[in-house]
């Protein structure tokens, strides 16, 4: 099971690097990293941390990659309000 978790990081990672090449041709690539990095940065560590809970890892390891996917949605929710992307 922990494979597949490997797995679907590896997606979130390919993802990523094209969302921000592909976004990066219209806008500039700093434009498109701050667009879609705290989402999969979000998605991420909710990922990480259901790989932490299948590998019996310390609790303190979910904990922190929940509390880190928190940190990215606000993260973009603060950056989609303020722009006004909605």
């Known amino acids: 099971m922990v494979l597949f978790v490997d797995i679907v990081l590896g997606v979130i990672a390919v993802e990523a690097l094209a969302l921000v090449v592909l976004l990066g041709r219209n806008g500039g ?9 705290p989402s999969l940065a979000a998605g991420a560590c909710l990922v990480l941390a259901i790989r ?35």
Not at 29 to 37: E, L, S, T, Y
């Open 29 to 37: 690539m700093a434009r498109a990293a701050r667009d879609v990095v």
């Open 52 to 86: 932490s809970v299948l590998a019996d890892a310390a609790a303190g390891w979910t904990i922190l990659f929940l509390s880190l996917s928190l940190v990215a949605h606000l993260v973009d929710l603060h950056r989609r309000h303020f722009a006004g992307i909605r």
